[in-house]
């Protein structure tokens, strides 16, 4: 392991630490007024930087074909991040679309329910069809949109083509470290345990926060690893002679 790599986990243990905590940070922010609604704004935008500086920094240094030393991944995601922003920006009203059509499907749900039932001549109930759509959102939301986001954010810092030798398993890849990135951590820590005493209460809490978080940074760091460098490369090196 080379020491750019051990300098990478060791920023993602405390940077995505001190990024969880600005994010409280700025969910409890009061904007009551506008100087407090400037000041709430301008701590999200720090918030979405240093994520993405954070973030394009492992994908710089993770990609075989940059070669690039710890300070060179950094220079160079840092150039990248008005881009980067941009793409943040796109994915963010993607997800917001994507929380407003979970709650806003009942009405066509009752619909096509109801058109089922006329055609096939059995009862379907809306709360069925309803499942269906949850169930295709959730897919979008944990499967399909980071599929195809972290390959343009690598394409971004990489200056090349996202779909670039792209494989199959890669699609396989990204859906199984996005669960354990995001999905199985938030499972942890809504599980509660059946425990009376407080002591084991705030023990289990802890173990599960602990491995929650553990279990999200070694994911996010697997998903840009392959994202960046989990493909053959562009060119070879070199190439051996003909006899």
Known sequence: ???????????????????????????????????????????????????????????????????????????????CLP??????????????????????????????GSFLTMTIRKP???????????????????????ALAFPMAAGIIAQRSPWLKRRWLYWLEVAALSLCAVWI???LLNWIPKAEAFGMQLFSFSIRIGFGYLLFVAAVLALEFFTSSGKPRSSQVSTAASP
């Not at 409890?28 to 407090?36: C, K, Y």
């Not at 379907?124 to 980071?146: D, Q, S, T």
């Open 185 to 187: 951590p938030l499972r």
């Open 124 to 146: 379907v109930p809306p709360a069925k069809v309803m499942a269906c759509f949850h169930g295709f959102i959730w897919l979008l939301r944990w499967i399909v949109v980071p």
């Open 83 to 112: 881009w980067l922003f941009l793409l943040a920006v796109a994915v963010a009203i993607v997800y917001g679309l994507l929380a407003y059509a979970y709650g806003a499907l009942e009405h066509t749900a009752f619909v096509i």
């Open 1 to 79: 392991m080379t020491r750019a790599k051990v300098l990478l986990y060791a920023l993602h243990l405390v940077g995505n630490a001190s990024l969880l905590w600005l994010g409280y940070v700025w969910l409890g922010m009061n904007e009551a007024d506008s100087s407090r609604l400037a000041g709430s704004a301008l701590v999200l935008l720090v918030f979405v930087l240093a994520a993405l500086w954070l973030h394009g920094t492992a994908l710089a240094l993770f990609d075989r074909d940059l070669s690039l030393s710890f300070r060179g991944a950094a220079i160079r995601a840092l150039r």
